[in-house]
């Protein structure tokens, strides 16, 4: 299988709508494409992927088709240990970061955060998923105790 094009046309689609959802205004017509063919494609890939390398189907993990094991850092680094372990890792990432970032996308909107606040964060997200959730996180709870809505 051509993993590189794969990882390739991942990232490609991933940056796309990423850069869509940073640039562009939030029309429901461009949040719909980022949350079906982003995010649903993603996981879409991720899902078929992940299915015919644990089955063994195609490059599978650690070169036969053997038990799968999540619960030890050797486990996890025999499933990296090849180009399709990778990719499907990576989509698995790129994947759940769009989402994320979706999300934070349509929260901020409707908090009204501008979007030179909403800007920095979602980057941040692209670059570094769970620091950007982080981020945001922080950003809207400051915000909501100032208003005095959380107590």
Same mark, same amino acid.
């Given at each position: 299988?051509?993993?590189?094009?794969?990882?390739?046309?991942?990232?490609?689609?991933?940056?796309?709508?990423?850069?869509?959802?940073?640039?562009?205004?939030? %029309?429901?017509?461009? &949040?719909?494409?980022? !949350?079906?063919? +982003?995010?649903?494609?993603?996981?879409? *890939?991720? #899902?078929?992927?992940?299915?015919?390398?644990?089955?063994?189907?195609?490059?599978?993990?650690?070169?036969?088709?053997?038990?799968?094991?999540?619960?030890?850092?050797?486990?996890?680094?025999?499933?990296?240990?090849?180009?399709?372990?990778?990719?499907?890792? %990576?989509?698995?990432? &790129?994947?759940?970061? !769009?989402?994320? +970032?979706?999300?934070?996308?349509?929260? *901020?909107? #409707?908090?009204?955060?501008?979007r030179l606040v909403?800007?920095?964060?979602?980057?941040?997200?692209?670059?570094?998923?769970?620091?950007?959730?982080?981020?945001?996180?922080?950003?809207?709870?400051?915000?909501?105790?100032?208003?005095?809505?959380?107590?």
């Open positions: 299988m051509a993993w590189d094009a794969i990882f390739g046309a991942a990232n490609m689609l991933a940056l796309i709508m990423w850069a869509g959802l940073i640039l562009l205004p939030r %029309w429901p017509a461009l &949040l719909s494409a980022v !949350l079906y063919l +982003g995010v649903g494609l993603l996981c879409l *890939a991720y #899902a078929g992927l992940l299915i015919v390398i644990v089955s063994g189907g195609i490059d599978p993990v650690g070169g036969q088709a053997a038990a799968v094991d999540f619960t030890s850092i050797e486990g996890i680094r025999t499933i990296f240990a090849s180009d399709g372990g990778v990719t499907v890792g %990576w989509i698995h990432y &790129l994947a759940f970061d !769009l989402f994320v +970032g979706l999300w934070i996308a349509r929260d *901020a909107d #409707a908090k009204r955060f501008s909403q800007a920095p964060v979602l980057l941040a997200t692209f670059l570094a998923g769970p620091l950007g959730l982080l981020i945001w996180l922080a950003i809207r709870e400051r915000r909501a105790k100032a208003l005095g809505r959380w107590r």
